[in-house]
C-alpha cells in the first residue's frame, strides 16, 4: 500500500517588493453573453466526445494497478491515533471567496465559535478532498492556474506543509474532457500547494480506526464506469466487518432531484445505490458532496450523514429551494442549512438589480431592442398619438422579419424557462417574451415621439435615425435586464423555479463554508462545518515570508471570521 505520509518541508521562498494587490481574478458573470456561449460549446463537446470516448477507461489502461493510499499509519509505520482532514468543494472562482476558504483551510490551527458562544479549537488536515468542480467556469490549464493553484499556493505558504490532495472531479472539470484535472491532480505533482497520490479520477484513502475515504467519478452522465466498479469491489476486500465508510461525491445524488429540473442526473442515485449496496456491501456512514453551492445536512436515526458543502469559492446557491423538500429514503431528514431559508429568500430580491451585477447582459439586450425595433421600422412620429399601437401592431403583423425575430425571441425564452414550471413552461416562457416584445413597442413609440415632435428632427434624417438607435439601446440597456431580473425573483421566490439561474445572476462571494474533520483516538468521527459569512473584500501583502502571501485588511469591517454553521456532529 501507499504509505505516502512522511512530512513534507518546502523552503519559504523570499519575497522583495510584493504587489500591493492579488493577481486573483472575479467573480464568474454568467449573464455574460461570450462566457455562456463558450461554457455552453465546451459542455456540448465534452458531453459528445464523452460518451463516445470515456477517459475514465484510457487512464485505468494507463494504471492498471492502484493501491489505496494509507494514512491509518504514521511515517514509521504506527497506527496513529488520530487524523485530521478537510473537505472543499467547488472552488476556483472569485479570488475574494476561494482565497478567503483557502486561508481558512491552511491556518495551522482555527479557533471557532458556534451559534451558543462555545468555541473549539481546530487543526489543518493532513489530507485535502477537493469535493467537485475544482474550477470555474470551465477546465483549462489557464484557469486552474489562476483561479485555484494561485489563491491556494498563496494562503499554505508560510502556514503549514502543503497537505496531501485527493480531488473529484466535477462537472466543470469534465468539460475539457478532464484533460487538465488528469494533469493537475492525477499525476503525483508536488506543488507549494499540496502534494497529490491518486493516478485516477476516483480513490481510496485508508483512515485510522476503521475508516476509509472514498471518491467517485461520476462523469457527465452520472455514469459509473466498469473499471471504477472493480477498483472499488477490490478496496472492499480490504475492509473489515467492522469498517465504516466517508464517500465523497461530485453531487448529492439526495438532493438533486427536487433542485434540479426533472430528468436531469437520473442515473444518480441508481449509481451510488448499487456502489453502496452490491460493491461496497455496507451502507456508508458518511456523504459528503458538493455541485449545490451552500451548506446542508440531512441525518437519519442511525447517526448517518449526508452533506452538501459546495462553499468553497463558487457563487451561492438558494437554500430555500425546494419550497417543500420531499421525504427522503431511509429516515433522512434536513437538519441544518447556511444560509437560512430567511435570508436566503431575502438575497432572492438583489435580483431587482440585475443590470448592476451584470452589465454585460444589458449590452445584449440593448442591441436586441435595436434590431427588433428596427425590423419593425415604426415612425411613430408621423401619426398622432392615439393611433401609435395601432400603428405598432399593425407594422409587426405586415412584416415578415418582424414576425420571425418576434417568434425566434420567444422560443428562445420558452427553452429558458425552467423545467420545474411542468405545462406552465410554454405559458411562462411566451408571457416573458411579449413583456420584453412590449417593451421593444413602448421603447420605440417613445423615441420616436422624442426625437419627432419633442426635438423636432426631421423624418429619415441620418441625425433622427442615429439618435434613434441610441436612445432606444439605452433604452434595452436598462429595461432588459430589469425585466429578465423581475423575472427570475418572481419565478424563484413565489414558484420556487430556476433557483440556479436566480443566484448565478448575483455571483454572491459570501456564506462561504468548509467541513473540516477529526478521527479521534477513541474512532470518533468529528465533523466541523465552517462557514464565513461575509468574505474579506480587501487584502494587503503579509508582512513576512512566514505569513500567507495576503491577510485581510483590518480596513474592511464587514468581514466576518470563520465560524461554526452549528455544533460539531460526532458519528460513531
Known amino acids: 500500500m501507499d504509505t505516502a505520509t512522511h512530512v513534507i518541508t518546502t523552503p519559504i521562498p523570499s519575497r ?43 487512464d485505468a489502461l494507463a494504471a492498471p494497478v492502484v493501491e489505496p493510499s494509507d494514512f491509518s499509519v504514521d511515517a514509521a509505520g504506527q497506527p496513529r491515533e488520530e487524523l485530521w482532514f478537510d473537505y472543499v468543494s467547488d472552488l476556483g472562482d472569485g479570488w475574494d471567496s476561494t482565497y478567503a476558504v483557502a486561508l481558512a483551510v491552511s491556518r495551522p490551527t482555527l479557533t471557532v465559535r458556534d451559534e451558543t458562544g462555545a468555541s473549539h479549537d481546530t487543526r489543518a488536515g493532513e489530507v485535502l478532498v477537493f469535493g467537485g468542480d475544482a474550477v470555474y467556469p470551465a477546465a483549462s490549464v489557464k484557469e486552474y492556474q489562476e483561479r485555484t493553484v494561485q489563491p491556494w499556493a498563496s494562503a499554505v505558504r508560510g502556514q503549514r506543509a502543503p497537505p496531501h490532495l485527493f480531488a473529484v472531479p466535477g462537472n466543470h472539470d469534465w468539460y475539457d474532457g478532464l484533460v487538465s484535472f488528469m494533469r493537475l491532480f492525477c499525476q503525483g505533482r508536488r506543488l507549494a500547494s ?27 452522465e452520472s455514469d459509473i464506469d466498469e473499471p471504477q466498479v472493480r477498483y472499488f469491489q477490490q478496496i472492499a476486500k480490504l475492509m473489515r466487518e467492522g469498517d465504516r465508510v ?11 432531484a427536487q433542485v434540479r429540473p426533472p430528468g436531469q442526473r437520473s442515473y444518480l442515485e441508481n449509481n451510488l445505490d448499487f456502489l453502496q449496496d452490491q460493491v461496497l456491501g455496507k451502507k456508508v456512514s458518511v456523504f459528503l458532496a458538493g455541485d449545490i453551492h451552500h451548506y446542508r445536512r440531512h441525518a437519519n436515526a442511525e447517526g448517518r450523514q449526508k452533506i452538501i458543502a459546495g462553499g468553497g469559492g463558487a457563487f451561492l446557491h438558494p437554500t430555500h429551494v425546494p419550497r417543500k423538500e ?27 438589480g440585475f443590470l448592476r451585477h451584470n452589465p454585460q447582459f444589458g449590452l445584449l439586450t440593448g442591441l436586441l ?14 401619426s398622432p398619438a392615439p393611433t401609435a399601437v395601432s400603428m405598432v401592431v399593425s ?16 422560443v ?25 416584445l412590449a417593451a421593444v413597442f413602448l421603447i420605440a413609440w417613445g423615441v420616436s415621439h422624442l426625437v419627432g415632435p419633442v426635438l423636432g428632427l426631421p423624418f429619415r434624417s441620418v441625425q433622427r435615425d442615429l439618435l434613434s438607435a441610441a436612445l432606444i439601446f439605452v433604452g434595452g440597456f436598462l429595461v432588459g435586464p430589469t425585466i429578465m431580473g423581475v423575472y427570475l425573483l418572481l419565478s424563484l421566490n413565489v414558484f420556487g423555479a430556476h433557483g440556479n439561474e436566480a443566484f448565478s445572476s448575483l455571483a454572491i462571494p459570501d456564506f462561504k463554508n468548509f467541513v473540516r474533520l477529526r478521527i479521534d483516538k477513541d474512532g470518533r468521527l468529528w465533523i466541523f462545518p465552517i462557514g464565513i459569512r461575509r468574505v474579506p473584500r480587501a487584502w494587503k501583502p503579509g508582512e513576512t515570508v512566514r505569513e500567507p ?24
Open 246 to 256: 466517508i464517500l465523497c461525491n461530485a453531487e448529492p445524488a439526495w438532493l438533486c
Open 412 to 436: 428562445g425564452l420558452i427553452g429558458f424557462a425552467d423545467r420545474r414550471f411542468g405545462h406552465w413552461r410554454w405559458g411562462v416562457g411566451t408571457l416573458h417574451g411579449l413583456v420584453h
Open 326 to 352: 420531499a421525504e427522503l429514503p431511509e429516515g433522512f431528514t434536513a437538519r441544518k442549512s447556511y444560509p437560512s431559508a430567511t435570508e436566503s429568500r431575502r438575497l432572492g430580491w438583489r435580483n431587482l
Open 395 to 410: 407594422t409587426a403583423l405586415s412584416s415578415p422579419g418582424v414576425m420571425i425575430i418576434a417568434l425566434l425571441a420567444i
Open 194 to 220: 499540496w502534494q497529490t497520490h491518486q493516478r485516477r479520477s476516483y480513490f481510496a484513502v485508508k483512515l485510522p480506526h476503521g475508516w476509509w475515504l472514498l471518491g467517485t467519478d461520476m462523469q457527465l
Open 549 to 572: 502571501e495576503w491577510v485581510p485588511d483590518p480596513k474592511d469591517k464587514r468581514a466576518t471570521p470563520p465560524a461554526l454553521i452549528e455544533p460539531p456532529i460526532v458519528v460513531t
Open 369 to 382: 431592442y435595436v434590431l427588433l425595433a428596427w425590423a419593425l421600422s415604426v415612425n411613430i412620429g408621423e
Open 16 to 58: 522583495a517588493a510584493p504587489p500591493k494587490h492579488p493577481p486573483g481574478r472575479r467573480m464568474v458573470c454568467w449573464f455574460n453573453p461570450v462566457i455562456l456561449a463558450r461554457t455552453g460549446v465546451r459542455a456540448v463537446i465534452s458531453a459528445t466526445i464523452g460518451k463516445q470516448a470515456d477517459r475514465r477507461l484510457l
